[in-house]
């Protein structure tokens, strides 16, 4: 096995997936951002969004947190340390590999 | 794949001016700026507008307008629509841009007294880095924004080039002498004023579209 193909057989499953791809991208950038956004910049559909958020949680790369901007309610999502590590490996070795 | 990653990285950033609020309160400050400098030179040296307490009152009207404003607009228009996003708190870039900006203002303003006669090419100078840094904050993310940083470069250039006694003639007569003649401060106002106006004006036609082309979700259905 070259080096090159260990490295994408060693790609993080989790994060390789295109819309969870997106949505760590989009939150290694920020500090937090909600719902609304990251289906506005993925166009992804609320149940796929739901989803991939929910896989993310249960790796542990995501948190969610339920509260309300005066009376609608807000879902605020958050790159946790462990999906921030996750996601600088997963762009070394992606970056390796190609 | 990498591009990719790289430019979904890079979208929050462009997401802040996705209203056009980044724009409006550049566009405001530079416009407040320059038609204070207006006010300033087009009454006698001495006069309310040159006062201290009036400056301070006036950058705090602008400050807190340019504060609060973009607060109110993304709170009301654009989290309802488009979504939520916290930045990073990066406040060391944010010094190294104060003490940056603050080091050109120095430089621009020891230049200037030095070369009397440069005025005009000095002030081309400073349009032209007011076009390249719009061009770099603003234009790189949204194609016809670089009409507006054209614009800037070309009426920066127009505005050196005008004749001192005709940037000179709304002045005061007691502003025509001095380290900083009115010819100088005319010219600088009105470039000023033509960067506020002319980024506003972007700023209200991204604000415009921005309002046109989204809507807030539908609420869900019980």
Same mark, same amino acid.
């Given at each position: 096995?070259? *080096? ?13 997936? *295109? ?6 991208? #989009? ?10 956004? #990251?289906? =506005? ?10 989803? =991939?958020?929910?896989? #993310? ?15 609608? *309610?807000?879902?605020? #999502?958050?790159?946790? *340390? ?17 | ?9 890079? /979208?929050?950033? /462009?997401?802040?001016?996705?209203? $056009? ?10 416009? $407040?700026? $320059? ?21 301070? !009152?006036?950058? $705090? ?34 010094? !190294? ?126």
């Amino acid at each position: 096995m070259t *080096p090159q193909i260990r490295n994408i057989s060693e790609l993080d499953r989790v994060i390789h997936e *295109p819309g969870r791809l997106m949505i760590v991208s #989009l939150l290694s950038a920020v500090e937090a951002a909600d719902f609304l956004y #990251l289906q =506005h910049e993925t166009g992804l559909n609320k149940g796929t969004l739901s989803s =991939h958020l929910s896989k #993310l949680e249960e790796a542990g790369y995501v948190e969610i947190a339920k509260s309300f901007r005066g009376k609608v *309610p807000q879902t605020v #999502l958050k790159l946790t *340390p462990t999906g921030a590590q996750a996601f600088e490996q997963y762009r070394r070795k992606l970056k390796a590999a190609l | 794949m990498s591009p990719q990653i790289n430019d979904y990285l890079k /979208r929050p950033k /462009r997401y802040f001016n996705i209203d $056009g609020v980044g724009e409006l309160s550049t566009g405001l400050m530079a416009f $407040g700026f $320059g038609l204070l400098q207006y006010l300033q030179i087009s009454n006698p040296q001495g006069s309310i507008w040159s006062s201290t307490y009036t400056f301070f !009152a006036f950058v $705090g009207v602008l400050a807190a307008i340019t504060h609060y404003g973009p607060r109110a607009i993304k709170q009301h228009i654009t989290y309802p629509r488009t979504g939520y996003v916290q930045y990073k708190d990066d406040g060391k870039a944010r010094l !190294a841009a104060i003490a940056l900006a603050i080091l050109l203002a120095m430089v621009t303003a020891g230049a200037l007294l030095r070369s009397r006669g440069g005025f005009s090419t000095m002030a081309a100078l400073v349009g032209l880095a007011v076009a390249v840094s719009y061009a770099y904050g603003f234009a790189r993310a949204v194609r016809w924004k670089w009409f507006v940083a054209i614009a800037l470069t070309l009426g920066s250039l127009a505005i050196s080039a005008l004749p001192a006694d005709v940037v000179a003639s709304w002045a005061d007569p007691t502003w025509l002498n001095g380290p900083f003649p009115a010819s100088v401060l005319g010219r600088y106002a009105l470039m000023t004023v033509f960067f506020g106006f002319t980024i506003l004006v972007s700023g209200a036609i991204t604000l415009t579209h921005y309002l046109n082309s989204t809507q807030p979700p539908a609420p869900e259905p019980e």
